[in-house]
């Protein structure tokens, strides 16, 4: 049940003109993101959900959304020479309406 209440933040990589994100940075921001979620609360939880075209997206779920958002821009500006991420703020389920509180930048 906490799962289909909790809100989210869904991470989807830009479509840069670079190509797709590697697999090495998404590696090393999926190992920032749990490092964040270990020490933040104990509902907070890490994961990948299927995207109907390309890669999948990178899910961070927890009770407060908001809170969340203050914790995980630091680690996004971290790896934002290497890659960028677009950032929609979720409350409840996957299909639930987002908003779309990060864009991607515009080239």
Not at 20 to 25: C, I
Not at 65 to 85: M, N, S, Y
């Amino acid at each position: 049940e906490p799962l289909y209440q909790d809100g989210s933040l869904v991470l989807r990589a830009c479509r840069e003109s670079g190509g797709p994100v590697s697999e090495v940075v998404t590696g090393a921001l999926l190992a920032d993101l749990r490092g964040y979620a270990e020490s933040a609360a104990a509902r907070v939880r890490v994961g990948m959900e299927a995207a109907f075209e390309g890669r999948p997206d990178i899910v961070v779920r927890g009770a407060d959304p908001e809170k969340l958002l203050e914790g995980v821009a630091p680690l996004l500006a971290k790896h934002a020479a290497k890659a960028r991420f677009a950032v929609w703020k979720r409350q409840g389920p996957r299909g639930s309406e987002s908003n779309q509180v990060r864009f991607c930048p515009s080239w």
